[in-house]
């Protein structure tokens, strides 16, 4: 079973608990009212949907309901760092990472380096 994470309750949980919230850090514009069509269609459905590490919003709805962020890959679905709402996106390479579904086929991939201040939230 999948655990993830909760920075607030500070424990990792059965992934039943939790539930997606989309992309994380969209800033939504203060004058929606008068941006075009095509910017508003930007801001509201258009996503990077990446292959590899993701930042994306979760929300503890089993838990304490509250939402945080956390780095996932879409590959292998392994949560690297969860952190709360309204922090700032970690600093983290991501690049000594393979992220190609070989590479995981046979081998516990590689940590990340986190910048400081960031806590791991992995699970697998
Ligand atoms: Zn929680």
Redesign the pocket.
């Known amino acids: 079973m999948l655990l993830i994470r909760?920075?607030?309750?500070e424990e990792e949980?059965p992934e039943l608990e939790f539930r997606h919230a989309g992309e994380a850090h969209v800033v939504r514009s203060g004058e929606l009212a008068s941006i075009s069509d095509e910017d508003f269609e930007k801001f509201f459905f258009i996503r990077s949907n990446p292959k590899g590490v993701v930042f994306e919003r979760w929300r503890?709805i089993h838990?304490?309901?509250?939402f945080?962020n956390a780095a996932r890959s879409t590959i292998t679905d392994r949560f690297y760092l969860t952190y709360k709402a309204g922090e700032p996106k970690p600093e983290v390479d991501f690049s000594a990472i393979d992220t190609g579904p070989a590479a995981w086929a046979n081998r516990e991939p590689a940590e990340p380096n986190v910048a400081a201040g960031a806590e791991p939230g992995k699970s697998d």
């Open positions: 909760c920075p607030y309750c949980r503890h838990g304490c309901a509250r945080f």
